[in-house]
């Protein structure tokens, strides 16, 4: 059956623009949070309060955190482990919470959830509070959930995330269409004499490093999440469901010792999605990995050297687990969650075929200096800013 999307045909009812944010949950939420924030340079955009919700959880396990990196609303969400655990005890040790997709219209999430109710298991559907966005989710063949958004709250030059008075336009059901524009809900709020404070976190790092012309707390910026890596049970089953079902699309099979893996993009950039098989979580040491691009080279040499001198743990992983990308590293804060930093992604030619020889990142002892762009064979996308 083929959609009409946008104008567009095609084999979904959606289409599937770029990976917007990630979800997981930590054994150490505050050492998890102070890794994001501190090291990684993530800001808080909102905090959750579920203690009503699991009265019997200990307090400081009660919160979950929205943090971005740039002007959406978030970028990362985190909870306790505990949170999970308690609950919804059929997804107790779950690490992964959620991998988030955007999509161009409300259109096409209202069209997905019929759609993912057959071809998947819906979750659940509506429009978040925090975060305004409107979203399908459904289940992957090995339980992570997927959600397919669109309208990402942004956050603007005040920091001021929407206050908690217009959270009376979530949804818990699949909306009617038309609905009302964002301009007209602030509008409503704004006669009802609300002064659209919402949270803004304090920042009380030092900015003493000077960054391409920008005091900042560290000597880096992350600009956008670039790629999340699974394990599954099952390769083909996986690959079919986040082709035929999602809509991405394989770039290569890649070889990660006696194993193969594959890597699935959205659009042309080399990948977005790498599948590994589960045989190898024990070898690789992390339940799930994901990957922001730094501003440019600089900054990423800075953030190795930061990362060192902060006593940050350095993974050492095989360079196949980064196929497509030029020059990155590993850290890990106090959970099961690998984060890589890097810059220069390939992107696939015409033909949606990968660049031969497969490119795979040099370790940090051999970058030089300076390097020469990618130029039109690199995907890059432009961060908006400011960086800080």
């Known amino acids: 059956m083929a959609y009409k999307v946008g104008g567009l045909r095609l084999a979904q009812p959606f289409r599937i623009r770029r990976v917007g944010h990630f979800g997981y949950h930590t054994p150490d939420l505050a050492g998890t949070l102070g890794f994001l924030t501190r090291h990684l340079g993530l800001v808080i955009s909102d905090v959750e309060d579920f203690s009503s919700k699991v009265p019997q959880l200990p307090k400081e396990h009660g919160s979950g955190y929205f943090l971005r990196c740039g002007t959406d609303h978030h970028t990362i969400v985190i909870g306790s482990q505990m949170l999970v655990d308690t609950r919804e005890p059929n997804r107790k040790g779950a690490i992964v919470g959620q991998i988030s997709w955007q999509v161009g219209s409300l259109q096409e999430v209202v069209d997905g959830v019929s759609y993912l109710d057959r071809k998947a298991r819906i979750r659940r559907i509506g429009r978040d509070a925090p975060g305004s966005n409107w979203h399908a989710y459904a289940y992957d063949p090995d339980g992570y959930i997927n959600e397919v958004f669109y309208g990402m709250e942004q956050i603007g030059w005040d920091g001021y995330s929407k206050p908690k008075s217009m959270y009376g336009r979530a949804f818990h059901e699949c909306p009617s269409l038309p609905q009302i524009p964002e301009y007209e809900e602030v509008q409503d709020a704004l006669d009802s004499g609300d002064q659209l404070a919402g949270f803004r976190p304090v920042l009380e790092q030092t ?182």
């Open 207 to 388: 900015a003493s490093y000077s960054v391409d012309g920008i005091l900042m707390p560290r000597p880096f910026k992350l600009t956008r999440l670039g790629r999340i890596t699974l394990f599954v049970e099952d390769l083909d089953v996986s690959v079919a469901f986040y082709r035929d079902v999602m809509g991405l699309q394989p770039s290569e099979k890649v070889k990660v010792g006696e194993h193969t893996a594959v890597v699935m993009r959205a659009g042309d950039e080399h990948h977005t999605l790498m599948l590994l098989p589960a045989a190898l979580k024990a070898s690789l040491g992390f339940a799930a990995a994901i990957g922001f691009e730094a501003a440019n080279y600089q900054q990423l040499r800075e953030a190795y050297q930061y990362m060192q001198q902060q006593g940050i743990r350095i993974l050492d992983l095989p360079a196949e687990i980064s196929p497509g990308v030029h020059y990155g590293f590993w850290v890990q804060g106090p959970d099961q969650i690998a984060v890589q930093i890097f810059y220069g992604m390939d992107r696939v030619e015409r033909d949606g075929s990968a660049p031969q020889p497969t490119t795979t990142p040099l370790p940090p002892d051999s970058w030089p200096d300076a390097i020469a762009h990618g130029d039109s064979g690199w995907y890059e996308l432009p961060y908006m800013g400011p960086m800080a």
